[in-house]
């Protein structure tokens, strides 16, 4: 039987971390399938979807201390399913730019949750604009919509909050 887990970590950014430890999952027996890592502030953070190739491999959740002297990152290990089909829908990508306030991304998540949509996917990133320093904030979110929701009703609810909150958006069907 397949095992699945989910392997999140934090900790000071520094070179060579994602070598140590893609080299460690290979080396126990473990496939990296999907990722995000990112440089936080001064953190590296990441989150894992990692398979045991074989039934040698052990629980990777025993591994963690392993893992975190190697790396010196703080590792959370969940085992998990294959994905549920529950939150299947229409994909939709919805991208939104403005000058950075607080709110923002609460405003969009809550208007997709009243909708039923899931949130797949989210990624923000805020930064000075480059001549003024204006505080700037990007948002992308790949979203299901369930198949009753017209996505005019998607659109027209995301327009609201984009104009109460003197935003860019749009909304695209997703490729994937």
Known sequence: MERKYVLSAVGPDQPGIVDRLAGFLSDE???LEDSRMAVLGGEF???LLVTATSEAAKDLGALA???ESLTGLSVTVKATAAPSRGHA???FIVRGYAMDHPGI???LAHEVAELGANIEE???VARPAPVSGTPLFDVRMRISLP???PVQ???RRLSEVAEARNMDISVEPSPI
Request: no cysteine; glycine share 12%; net charge positive.
């Open 105 to 107: 991304v609460h405003a």
């Open 122 to 124: 989210m990624e923000t």
């Open 147 to 149: 198949a009753g929701v």
């Open 65 to 67: 201390p392993r893992i």
């Open 153 to 155: 009703t998607l659109r």
């Open 45 to 47: 953070a990441l989150i």
């Open 89 to 91: 829908g229409v994909p």
């Open 29 to 31: 027996g473990f496939n």
